[in-house]
């Protein structure tokens, strides 16, 4: 059984930083696939960054990067995502994604089959 536990949220003043970190158990393949995405009020979830496991290729949206880093401990199964200059924009609940093998399209919410319960960022202005 797969279990993604994230933490690290919280309320943060414009420029401030932030890191959230998700804990993942029970993954088996040595390929996986782990992802950030975010949902604000009222609007879609949208993909933010993704990391594999193999090769340590990063993936982000166009407007996190220079300011956010995805990266992962393969010793401690956990997955991290380092947020500096955060915007008001960025505010949401940001939830950790995983699947049990290599994704060819990241972006994809559908291709990830296990997901975390959310985590609060806010961001002041």
């Known amino acids: 059984q797969v279990q993604l536990v994230e933490s690290g949220g919280g309320l943060v003043e414009a420029g401030g930083s932030l890191r959230l970190s998700c804990a993942a158990s029970?993954?088996?393949?040595?390929?996986?696939?782990m992802g950030w995405f975010r949902q604000a009020p009222g609007k879609e979830r949208e993909f933010v960054a993704a990391v594999s496991r193999s090769g340590g290729i990063t993936t982000y949206v166009d407007s996190v990067k220079g300011r956010f880093t995805i990266s992962g401990d393969n010793a401690k199964n956990t997955m991290y995502l380092q947020m500096i200059n955060l915007k008001p924009e960025d505010t949401a609940v940001y939830s950790c994604?995983?699947?049990?093998?290599?994704?060819?399209?990241?972006?994809?919410?559908?291709?990830?089959?296990?997901w975390g319960q959310g985590t609060q960022v806010t961001v002041s202005s």
């Open positions: 029970g993954l088996t393949s040595i390929h996986y696939t």
């Open positions: 994604a995983a699947a049990n093998r290599r994704v060819a399209v990241v972006r994809s919410m559908m291709n990830y089959e296990y």
